[in-house]
């Protein structure tokens, strides 16, 4: 497998998505066109979804999608929209992967296992088709997870983890807190607003007024757009008398 195709991409998912690594590359001079175009795309795409930029996402997806599409897989068609559907959950996006579930029956056992954990309802007999730290987490006492979300090593895989929990209806406050902090950490706007959206929400509904207050406060500074700094006024030329 390819070292330079793999390592991004793959981990942006938690492990699953071997979407530019799947060919034999490292035994061959060059790296297929199709390759490089998809693996740039896609790192591209992920870090405008999650940066807010919808302009830019929209015009990555479509490069990589094309770029994927030209090998005629759906495998490796199936694996690039679980890509993007994971983008989504870790920013609490929680919707059908309708365009995943259309290639669902090309797609490999681990794919369809990983589908069905972003969907939280991933039956335990599936665990073993899931990266290595989200099969810990799927199977975690609520004490552990925390602690399992921090010894990923990708923000995006961390996450993830934390939003599936979060459908399931099982993320504890440590994880919420640690979800809020590894989108801060990157700056990832559109994570960030949803996290603390759902912590103000639980802040709300026991009744602590004054952090829901706090924590709204801090999404009306990420959400604000940039200032404008005005331009400074250069002197004007000294003019002879």
């Known amino acids: ?31 297929p066109d199709w390759q490089l175009s998809a693996k740039s795309a896609s790192e591209a795409f992920v870090s405008a979804y999650l940066s807010g930029n919808a302009r830019v ?7 990589a999608r094309r770029a994927v599409a030209s090998t005629g897989r759906p495998d490796l ?3 690039l929209e679980l890509l993007r559907c994971a983008t989504r959950v870790a920013s609490l996006v929680f919707e059908p992967c309708t365009a995943f579930e259309a290639l669902r029956a090309d797609a490999p056992a681990a794919e369809r ?3 069905d954990y972003l969907d939280a ?5 599936g665990r073993a088709f899931l990266p290595a730290g989200q099969q810990r987490l799927a199977g975690a006492a609520p004490a552990a997870q925390a602690d399992i979300l921090r010894s990923m090593d990708e923000p995006l895989s961390q996450l993830v983890g934390a939003a599936v929990l979060l ?7 440590a994880v919420m807190s640690l979800a809020v902090e590894t989108a801060s950490a990157q700056g990832w706007r559109r994570p960030l607003l949803a996290w603390l959206g759902a912590e103000a929400l639980r802040a709300e509904q ?3 007024a004054e952090e829901a207050a706090r924590l709204r406060r801090r999404m009306d500074l990420v959400a604000a ?17």
């Open 1 to 31: 497998m390819s070292r330079l195709l793999s390592r991004s991409v793959v981990a942006l998912s938690g492990g699953l998505i071997l979407l530019l690594c799947l060919s034999a590359c490292s035994s061959r001079p060059l790296v």
């Open 57 to 63: 996402e929209a015009l990555e997806w479509a490069k």
């Open 77 to 79: 068609l199936a694996r």
């Open 167 to 173: 459908r399931a209806g099982q993320a504890s406050p």
């Open 225 to 241: 757009p940039p200032a404008v700094s005005s331009p400074v006024p250069r002197p004007s030329p000294a003019v002879s008398p």
């Open 206 to 208: 026991a009744g602590n």
């Open 113 to 115: 296992a990983y589908a």
């Open 121 to 125: 309802r991933l039956p335990s007999a």
